[in-house]
């Protein structure tokens, strides 16, 4: 699945539609494991980079994890991975649809919430409303 997704970066295909997407009816993808050293999966249609990949390692520091122990997928691409060990799941700028016990966290666009006080306080108090349990 990943790799695949490399392959259409490389090729500077962003986006793509099944031309005949009855022909894939009864398919289901297989479900793919996330490896053991990952605890934050972080959902979103964006890829964080620059500032936005040094502001997300500073806030994954504050609750003791690092970005080594972060995964990244597109919203499309959660319903093929198996969330049973995952510890944080936070969804950014898009609806939850997993079913999983992990955290979750909730904001908008990280580039919003980096330059926002409100979104970094409604982050903060999403992540401290956790540690208290």
């Known amino acids: 699945m990943f790799e695949q997704q490399h392959y259409l970066q490389a ?4 986006e793509w539609q099944l031309i005949h997407p009855q022909r894939l009816a009864g398919y ?12 934050l999966l972080l959902v979103s249609s ?7 990949l040094v502001w997300l390692e500073r806030v994954l520091n504050s609750f003791n994890l690092n970005l080594s122990q972060a995964r990244h997928v ?5 319903c093929q991975l198996e ?13 939850a649809s997993a079913v999983t016990t992990a955290n979750a966290l909730h904001t908008p666009a990280l580039s919003e919430v980096e330059g926002n006080t409100h979104y ?3 982050l903060w108090q999403q992540i401290c409303a956790y540690g208290a349990q």
């Open 11 to 14: 090729m500077g295909i962003q």
């Open 28 to 39: 289901s993808p297989p479900i793919e494991s996330l490896d053991k050293q990952c605890r």
């Open 46 to 52: 964006l890829l964080p980079s620059g500032s936005q």
């Open 74 to 78: 597109y919203p499309q691409q959660l």
């Open 83 to 95: 969330l049973n060990d995952l510890q944080w799941i936070w969804y950014v700028d898009c609806q």
């Open 120 to 122: 970094r306080r409604d």
